[in-house]
């Protein structure tokens, strides 16, 4: 979960913000738990963007991409806390598959597969994707067009 401070809002000048959107250059991890960070294709005006947005577990990932074409989604990496007792370092790996399973329990645990072709789960879901025997693949990244192009 991210955490903004009131300290830290970074008012946009007239003309530049979105409606309704505050903007935050500084939050806060409450957690040291992976968390990722999703880069969408968009349309806007007739102009191709990029926007990135930092998702905060594996559950709230799965209900985004839910709502979203798999067309839009442009790369998807996964920032993992050091997993030595202790460290402060945090590293990413960059997800190109994702899979979906439940758990005899009935819980939806979702397996990654990164560039390498190495399968993970983020720290939360280690434990339970043990209990799952069939995963559905439910996302394959393409390689992502320049912009504008």
């Given at each position: 979960?991210?955490?903004?401070?009131?300290?830290?809002r970074f008012e946009m000048p007239e003309g530049l913000s979105e409606p309704h959107a505050s903007y935050w250059p500084v939050v806060q991890l409450h957690?040291?738990?992976?968390?990722?960070?999703?880069?969408?294709?968009?349309?806007?005006?007739g102009l191709d963007l990029?926007?990135?947005?930092?998702?905060?577990?594996?559950?709230?990932l799965r209900e985004v991409l839910r709502t979203l074409e798999p067309d839009r989604v442009a790369a998807l990496a996964c920032v993992m806390p050091d997993e030595k007792p202790g460290a402060?370092?945090?590293?990413?790996?960059?997800i190109d598959e994702i899979?979906?399973?439940t758990t005899s329990q009935g819980t939806v645990v979702l397996l990654?597969?990164?560039?390498?072709?190495?399968?993970f789960v983020d720290d939360i879901d280690a434990g339970a994707a043990d209990d799952v025997s069939q995963w559905r693949l439910v996302l394959k990244l393409s390689?992502?067009?320049?912009?504008?192009?």
């Open positions: 979960m991210f955490v903004t401070q009131e300290l830290h957690m040291r738990t992976s968390w990722f960070l999703l880069t969408l294709r968009l349309q806007v005006e990029l926007r990135s947005f930092a998702v905060s577990s594996a559950h709230v402060a370092n945090w590293h990413s790996r960059a899979y979906e399973g990654f597969a990164d560039e390498a072709g190495e399968d390689p992502v067009p320049a912009l504008g192009g």
